[in-house]
């Protein structure tokens, strides 16, 4: 039972100041009946009726539900009560437009906890005279089949309290007649308060009939006597919206705007991109990207130096000694180790550029032999080189095998012999024969040729535009542009190294009194057969152009290093494109910027788009929660959305990156794209700027009283 004492409400207004809506009402209503509340536009009716369903509150006086100051009333109770208590229908409806009959009914359902069966739903649709109707949109109905809706909607949850607020003023009359015998039906079993100005219609069908004007009660055909209520708790029924409920509104707010979420996908899409893009990059191991590209690369052999250590920091080239060998094959895992020794006659006394034929100094990269190497078939065999056609293994003192390399820079140039005669080579026949006289006028045959596994299809168009670059254009080989990485690879492979007889230097070069210091051994040749080798277990690091191990010694720290064509390459590409990957991460946070914005214009449009909505669902006793769950449930979604499109589009960033990578600097740099450090932080930054886009506007919105939000404005 409900009670009104002394009701007050007052509105201001801008242009007539405050407006006294409510000016002391008394009502006791009965439990059960038709009770008509008939006056003037303007005298009250409706704030009677908002306050009676706890739509709008009073400024004085007191309403009692069944015993219960309303006063006292948790957030809780009133929305049960809104919900379960009454059920309310409106002038204008105030369906979800958008949704199917079978929907807005269930809505009310769920909010007072119940599960709808299909039947029961057709039943109570056939007893409103819209059998089959159920799945037809709300906004695909006529006027009076609206309001049969909004009844059934409101009779669904059996209220003791059926509030209407002139439920035939957008009808016909003959449909407006239909709807009060459908009243009239319902109020067999629950008390319905019907305001309108129709008086007829009020004498008519109301067991009750009360006038009203300028806020207060004029007349009360059956006023009861103000029997005291019994005091009982009231009982709380309640529900929240459930999940698919607020999943399918949630996402019915995202189609609303297509081209502004268009264009906040597309920006968050960029930012998150760039965003993943940048930290995956930036998170990348390049000596995993050395080691790979070196496999994939075909190479054979690292030529190793040595740095000493001075204590502070590593400086200077030390020569390699007996000790060295021990390290580099217990601790490094070399499978062999052939030292690249400087001494002896090949230490620059052999010029091969004055045998070549059309030589130009800055074109050729030979110079002079700067040392050798013994070899024999074994280290062939465990560097996987080959001789070329017609190469023989060196023999003697006197017979050298020389690089492919070299070869190449012969095929280019011609061959000039130590009489002057100049000869074309085309083949490794051409020049396995000629001869080399030293500066100490000792004279050297070429043997044989060596296949080291030089690239030279890699380096093909480099190699092309070196050569044709017009005289005087190459300087020195390093301050050649640093596109030629080739010049690394060659500078460091073997093209200025000649290949002797095995046991040459014990044989032709040691001297009697020699001491392992004299030895010049500034560099070795270790193979590197990745896969196959230990040398797989190896922890290198890249740093510029080169890379290096060092090993930990009781004696103190040494320090290999070696370099090649992948070290530089790996050094171009992080000038390049790596190290400069954190400027997608700056760039990607001035977008990053601008989604946010994007994203809390986009939300507050929805949310205030659907406050109307909103104020319905309030109405019929949606809690504060339940309208952050419909609109989380959209948001989620949304935040599913970006993520999965970001994780996608970054995974094909970094796929292109790759391809570009190895294309052009063949150089195999994996990134860890599908890392979940990289999906938690997209994840992480779509849900909070979703999160934070949404709560903001519908924390505004909500503060409003149901009432307020269901007014247009
Ligand atoms: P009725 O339903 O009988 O036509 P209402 O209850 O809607 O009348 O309004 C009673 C008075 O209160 C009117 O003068 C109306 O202008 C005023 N009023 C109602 N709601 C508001 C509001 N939200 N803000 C300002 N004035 C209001
Ligand atoms: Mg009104």
């Keep these: 039972m409900i009670k009104i004492e002394g009701a007050v409400k007052r509105y201001m207004s801008g242009k007539q100041g405050a407006v006294t809506a409510l000016d002391g009402v008394d009502l006791v209503l009965p439990d059960r009946g038709m009770v008509f509340i008939v006056g003037k536009s303007g005298s009250g009716k409706s704030t009677l009726l908002n306050v009676l369903g706890l739509l709008d509150g009073l400024d004085g006086g007191e309403m009692y539900v069944d015993g219960k100051a309303v006063k006292e009333f948790t957030a809780r109770e009133a929305d049960a009560y809104r919900s379960g208590y009454v059920g309310f229908v409106f002038q204008e409806f105030n369906l979800l437009e958008n949704d199917t009959v079978r929907r807005n009914i269930e809505y009310a359902t769920d909010l007072i906890g119940e599960k709808q069966s299909a039947e029961k739903t057709e039943e109570l649709l056939a007893k409103v005279g819209l059998e089959g109707l159920g799945e037809r949109k709300a906004k695909a109905l006529s006027g009076g089949q ?209 045998y070549m034929a059309n030589g130009d100094e800055l074109l050729s990269l030979a110079r002079a032999l700067s040392g050798f190497i013994e070899i024999d078939e074994d280290f062939l065999a465990d560097y996987n080189f080959s001789l070329m056609e017609g190469s023989c293994l060196p023999q003697g003192e006197y017979e050298i095998v020389i690089d492919e390399y070299l070869y190449d820079e012969y095929v280019r140039m011609g061959f000039k012999n130590a009489d002057g005669e100049c000869v074309t080579i085309r083949s490794s026949a051409d020049l396995i024969g000629r001869q080399f006289v030293s500066l100490d006028d000792k004279t050297y045959t070429i043997v044989g040729i060596l296949d080291t596994g030089f690239d030279f299809e890699y380096y093909e168009e480099i190699m092309e535009e070196r050569w044709e670059q017009p005289e005087g254009h190459l300087g020195e080989l390093n301050s050649y542009p640093s596109e030629f990485s080739a010049d690394s690879d060659i500078y460091t492979s073997l093209q200025r190294v000649a290949f002797v007889a095995d046991g040459y230097f014990d044989d032709y070069i040691r001297k009697p009194n020699m001491k392992d210091d004299d030895i010049e051994i500034k560099s070795v040749l270790i193979p590197y057969n990745a896969g196959k080798g230990t040398l797989d277990a190896l922890t290198f690091y890249v740093e510029g152009g080169s890379a290096y191990f060092i090993v930990e010694l009781p004696s103190g720290r040494v320090m290999y290093n070696f370099a090649n064509a992948i070290t530089e390459d790996l050094r171009l590409a992080e000038a390049r494109f790596l190290e400069r990957a954190h400027i997608a991460r700056y760039i990607s946070y001035l977008f990053l910027f601008f989604s946010v914005l994007l994203i809390f214009h986009y939300f507050s449009g929805t949310v205030v788009d659907k406050k109307k909505e909103v104020g319905v669902l309030r109405a019929l006793g949606a809690s504060k929660r339940d309208i952050f769950s419909v609109y989380l449930a959209g948001n989620l979604l949304l935040a599913a959305i970006m993520i999965g499109m970001a994780y996608i589009g970054t995974g094909i960033c970094i796929f292109l990156l790759e391809y570009m990578l190895r294309n052009l600097y063949a150089l195999i740099v994996r990134f860890i794209v599908f890392g979940l450090r990289q999906f938690l932080l997209i994840a992480a930054v779509a849900i909070v700027s979703v999160a934070l886009g949404v709560a903001v506007p519908a924390w505004r919105v909500l503060r409003k009283r149901p009432v307020d939000m269901m007014r247009d404005e």
Excluded: W
């Design 146 to 354: 609206r309001q049969r809706v909004a009844i059934a909607r409101a009779a669904v949850k059996e209220p003791k309290l059926l509030l209407c607020d002139e439920p035939t003023g957008a009808l016909d009359s003959a449909t407006g007649k239909d709807i009060f015998l459908l009243l009239k039906e319902l109020s067999k079993r629950s008390l319905v308060v019907v305001v309108t100005h129709d008086e007829e219609a009020a004498e008519e069908y109301g067991d009750r009939v009360i006038g009203i004007k300028d806020g207060k009660i004029c007349s009360d055909t059956g006023a009861e006597e103000a029997e005291q209520a019994p005091t009982r708790a009231y009982a709380q029924k309640g529900g929240h919206i459930s999940a698919r409920s607020a999943l399918h509104l949630g996402a019915g707010y995202l189609r609303m705007r297509p081209v502004r979420l268009a264009i906040t996908l597309l920006l968050c899409f960029i930012s998150f991109v760039l965003m993943g893009f940048s930290d995956a990059v930036a998170s990348y191991d390049k000596n995993e990207a050395a080691r790979l590209s070196m496999t994939a690369h075909g190479t054979k052999y690292l030529r190793v130096h040595k740095d000493i250590y001075t204590g502070e920091q590593f400086g200077g080239v030390d020569h390699f000694i007996e000790g060295d060998f021990e390290i580099l094959k217990e601790k490094v895992g070399a499978s062999r180790i052939d030292p690249i020794y400087r001494e002896g006659a090949f230490d620059g006394r052999i010029c091969v550029m004055d």
